[in-house]
């Protein structure tokens, strides 16, 4: 089975510009969840996407939304972007019942 | 408040050696609890993942420990190699399965 993949895995943007980030979850996983992890702060919760629904969001600023298809990919978008918006952006997937979220590489956001 | 700490914060440990982490929360109700390791600039890998009634759980060198009445867990790593280098980071589930409260990881580093 195919891991968690993540699309592009590098990214330079400059401030004031948006940007999308793509997230597939492993095939079957209908929960996707995004994170923003930077230093000496861990990982910090963005929201997670269940069947094409937001079920859960983190305490982030309007900026950063998401959506999640049909097929249960997702995408993170943050508009207007600062500089403390570089991070590495996490995705990961579950399946229903099973209480463990599988990782992908990420996304590094430099924002100059 | 829902709470996961971990110490300590960073290690340095010299190859061959054993080394322990700790994990303690405040999550209630509990469903269950990870260890994952993250490679820098990589998403995190699971290692264990244990439920209320397991105390021990083993994957390799890395051996986890639960105390669920203390609310605390240990990731005991034997015999330490170059490639352990890395953050090791202590997730907890509330009993719905939704939630996830994530440590802000331990930094260990392994010298020749």
């Known amino acids: 089975k195919a891991g968690v993949t993540q699309t592009p895995r590098y990214l330079i943007k400059t401030r004031g510009q948006q940007v999308t980030l793509s997230c597939s979850p492993i095939?079957?996983?209908?929960?996707v969840s995004w994170y923003q992890q930077t230093p000496g702060q861990g990982l910090q919760f963005l929201f997670e996407y269940f069947s094409e629904t937001q079920r859960n969001k983190g305490n982030f600023p309007g900026r950063f939304s998401g959506r999640q298809f049909s097929n249960s990919r997702s995408e993170m978008n943050v508009s207007t972007l600062e500089l403390g918006d570089s991070a590495l952006y996490l995705c990961?997937?579950?399946?229903?019942?099973?209480?463990?979220?599988?990782f992908g590489p990420g996304t590094r956001l430099t924002v100059t | 408040k829902n709470q996961v700490e971990q110490s300590p914060q960073s290690l340095i440990i010299l190859e061959g050696k054993n080394c322990t982490l700790q994990c303690n929360y405040t999550v209630s109700p509990f469903s269950n609890l990870r260890w994952y390791k993250q490679d820098t600039g990589r998403g995190p890998v699971s290692l264990t993942i244990m439920t209320f009634s397991e105390n021990t759980k083993s994957n390799g060198r890395y051996t986890a420990t639960l105390d669920a009445d203390t609310k605390q867990s240990s990731l005991h790593i034997t015999a330490s190699q170059l490639s352990d280098s890395a953050s090791y980071i202590c997730v907890v589930s509330e009993d719905t399965g939704n939630q996830f409260y994530f440590g802000t990881g331990t930094s260990l580093t392994v010298i020749p």
């Open positions: 990961a997937s579950s399946s229903v019942g099973v209480y463990e979220q599988y």
């Open positions: 095939s079957g996983h209908r929960s």
